[in-house]
């Protein structure tokens, strides 16, 4: 089977794009990144848009893992993740590259599985 990719526009009350939510699917494992604006934060946006991707891979798909990574410090994106099913699996020191700043940051692995 060939790798699917999806990805939807997160849309605020006024209709506006202000962010993305990406799944990559790869035979039965997934895999999640979301991101909007930080005008955007603390809006219930991402939670609602990763709830309704989460609902569909647990009622309509054979997918049985979802994963990502998250820079240990987001701790608002930590927090989406856990409210959409994902749970914390593993701690990986100096694990990703953050190319805005050119820096590497701790991060968290996320996983749900069936």
Same mark, same amino acid.
């Given at each position: 089977?060939?790798?699917?990719?999806?990805?939807?526009?997160?849309?605020?009350?006024?209709?506006?794009?202000?962010?993305?939510?990406?799944?990559?699917?790869?035979?039965?494992?997934?895999?999640?990144?979301?991101?909007?604006?930080?005008?955007?934060?603390?809006?219930?946006?991402?939670? #609602?848009?990763?709830?309704?991707?989460?609902?569909?891979?647990?009622?309509?798909?054979?997918?049985? #893992?979802?994963?990502?990574?998250?820079?240990? #410090?987001? !701790?608002?994106?930590?927090?989406?993740?856990?409210?959409?099913?994902?749970?914390?699996?593993?701690?990986?020191?100096?694990?990703?590259?953050?190319?805005?700043? !050119?820096?590497?940051?701790?991060?968290?692995?996320?996983?749900?599985?069936?």
């Amino acid at each position: 089977m060939a790798p699917s990719r999806f990805v939807w526009t997160i849309f605020d009350k006024e209709e506006t794009a202000i962010g993305l939510f990406l799944l990559f699917i790869e035979r039965d494992v997934a895999e999640i990144h979301f991101g909007v604006g930080p005008s955007h934060w603390g809006q219930g946006l991402v939670t #609602e848009a990763g709830s309704a991707v989460m609902d569909w891979i647990v009622t309509k798909s054979n997918i049985a #893992e979802v994963r990502t990574s998250c820079a240990a #410090e987001h !701790q608002a994106s930590l927090q989406v993740l856990e409210k959409i099913g994902l749970e914390r699996a593993a701690f990986h020191p100096a694990s990703l590259f953050l190319s805005a700043t !050119q820096a590497q940051a701790d991060a968290w692995l996320y996983r749900w599985k069936r």
